[in-house]
């Protein structure tokens, strides 16, 4: 987690609150805090190791990065037996000794690497990137390299993409609060622990960066970006109230700052539709994709994630409403395993939206299956 509370009695402090030890940066909520920490709570022969590191920020993102490397090299060991980083071609890393990952859409032999190598890989473009002074797609492109496989071109997904989370949040968090590079490491670091179904660490992330983008005076765009995360980070620990107010809030906005044509926008639009499901209320669900999916086909294109998952969320709004008929119930299974193989095709079966598809289409043909029988 980034450090936003006392680290003796956990008071909330947001990124600026409290009171700093003077060598090591670590806060407090006050010196009677401070003084217990160094007396006991071991401050006093942690200080200077935190110190070198380069302060109490730098020093925990380091510590997790290191646990969500090994995570993460654990839960793929199966799948990388035998094989070799596609990077420095070796199995174990040559100064980490850390072993292999590979949650990405490559198949066979491809896209093995140690998450050493692909932080490093992407540290080194985007570097070159800033250097050189190339324009914003090259560097959004570049930036892509934290969390996109450079060889299927899909994301990292579930711990993975966490560990690369850490990787890019360790490379930036020594950076001043106003360099924007900051901002964009604090999302990577959320969307990788949300990934990881770290929903509790990714709400507090995001909601800290939303914290400092409001006191920085960021642009609204940026805003609703981090709202959005925050909204989806909502519905996934059950607040569903919440969660579909602030989705209709981003959506509305990304309308008219940017159109319905925006990615943005119809991102928003799949949000929004996925929350009001979350409540039940399918006619407005409804209502909502009859507008904005044939805008997400034309736009973003048949095998875009968004046009996938609308087409999903629509699935749902027809098999879970008590009103659906029959032949609403055969649409809803025929749209299912349409899209179930065309995900299957574009993320590889172990992504987590696969599975996630293959559930739903079980649950759909399981209440057709007991309509039919009645
Ligand atoms: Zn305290
Ligand atoms: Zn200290
Ligand atoms: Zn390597
Ligand atoms: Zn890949």
Redesign the pocket.
Known sequence: MILTQCAVCATELGLTLGKKCGRCSTRYCGPECQVQHWKEGGHDKLCKPIKKAGGAEQYCANKNYAEAVAVAVEKCADDTKGQTCFICTQALHWKTKEGLV?M???RGT??FAHVSCLAEQAKILFAEAEENNLGVEVKNKRWDRWQT??????D?YGVVRCALGWACWKTYVGRPETDQVRGMAMTELGNGLSEANHHEDATSVYEAELAMKRRLGASEDHMLGVQNNVANMYAHLGQREKAASLMRDVYSGRLRLSGEESSNTLIAACNYASSLVNLQRFEETRSLLRKTMPVARRVLGELHEVTIKMLWIHADTLYQDPAATLDDLREAVITLENETRTARRVFGGANPLVVGFEKTLRNARNVLRARETQ
Not at 149 to 154: T, V
């Open positions: 590979r990405c859409a490559c491809a896209g496989c450079s060889l299927c071109e899909q990292y």
